[in-house]
């Protein structure tokens, strides 16, 4: 199927003022900007394709013409995927200013009914599994015809998938966001020691340096924003991080902890139910603090959608409530 007849009878008048296309004003196919921005999230001429019900010849000849118009390549491929460009990546967050302000105004002369919308957001494994399902509940009901697309990525992917459009909203902890990142709090957290009652610190109230240099630790995936921040806790403490086991899975973590041997360093929401029925235990020591703020990110070049809004509003009370769970145990 080729972009010709029925498919390119949508045209707007595009102005764009910067360094990149600065004597610009054209004539361009609103297909070809969608097609453009899922190709950019999609990373794949054939997935674009069945998402929009196109051949893979209709793509490559739909984005040739559109980077002639612009007189700049926007994408490039490695291997099988496409990237941006660093003009793609300037260019695409202009992109979705326009097709956010489109279905805007389309939305706003269908009265109150609600268009068929599509929702990307990226959560962490255990963020998802404490907040998600209550989520996802009062989503449905308030806003029964958005299709919601979630993917469970820690905090580094999903901060460039976000910057490279592959997804509208990701919640991940703030660690140095970029400035072309718009960023919403949503609730904050400290890491503390978890271990078994039948562990050696099981009754203790305090624990010292050197419990800590002779312990060994559950840590979660070394190349997460939490290893990085456990590595710094030790480094300001003048300690050295000796002995550890490196594990995917916070449940996995959990597991191992109850076992009585080692010492997990992770944030007591995630063991809530286990704190609660007493299998775990959580020490805090003020000394060895480190407190990571969870946040709501988006691309910087657009206003956030009404849908998006609702869904961060809904994250924020679970989150609340979760952190309010806790405080009763």
Request: aromatic fraction near 6%; charge should be neutral; proline fraction near 3%.
């Amino acid at each position: 199927m080729g972009l010709h007849g029925n498919e390119m009878n949508s045209m707007i008048v595009l102005n764009i003022s910067d360094e990149y296309f600065s004597c610009m004003s054209l004539d361009m196919d609103t297909r070809l900007l969608r097609m453009f921005a899922t190709l950019a999230q999609e990373g794949s001429h054939t997935k674009t394709g069945e998402i929009l019900h196109l051949t893979q010849s209709a793509i490559s000849h739909g984005m040739k013409r559109l980077e002639e118009q612009l007189g700049c390549a926007l994408l490039h491929t490695i291997g099988r995927r496409s990237r941006l460009t660093p003009e793609g990546r300037h260019f695409l967050s202009k992109v979705h200013r326009i097709l956010e302000s489109l279905d805007q105004a389309t939305e706003s002369l269908a009265g109150d009914g609600e268009l068929n919308t599509k929702l990307s957001v990226i959560i962490s494994a255990s963020m998802a599994h404490a907040i998600l399902a209550p989520v996802l509940r009062e989503f449905r009901k308030t806003h029964p015809r958005v299709s919601l697309n979630i993917r469970l990525e820690d905090s580094i992917i999903a901060l460039q998938d976000i910057e490279e459009g592959r997804a509208d909203l990701a919640i991940v902890i703030d660690d140095n966001l970029s400035k072309g990142l718009k960023a919403q709090p949503l609730f904050r957290d400290e890491l503390q020691f978890i271990f078994s009652p039948a562990h050696p610190w099981g009754s203790r109230r305090q624990i010292s340096a050197l419990d800590l240099q002779n312990q060994h630790f559950l840590l979660y995936r070394r190349d997460s924003v939490t290893f990085r921040r456990v590595e710094d806790l030790f480094h300001r403490s003048g300690m050295s991080l000796n002995s550890y086991v490196e594990l995917p899975s916070f449940d996995i973590i959990k597991q191992v902890a109850q076992l009585g041997m080692d010492v997990a360093l992770m944030a007591p929401w995630v063991a809530v139910k286990e704190i609660r029925e007493g299998s775990l235990r959580a020490l805090q020591t003020p000394r060895l603090q480190v407190e990571r703020h969870w946040k709501v990110v988006q691309q910087g070049g657009r206003e956030i959608r009404p849908t998006e809004r609702a869904f961060i509003h809904l994250c924020r009370n679970a989150a609340k409530k979760l952190l309010l769970e806790l405080q009763a145990t």
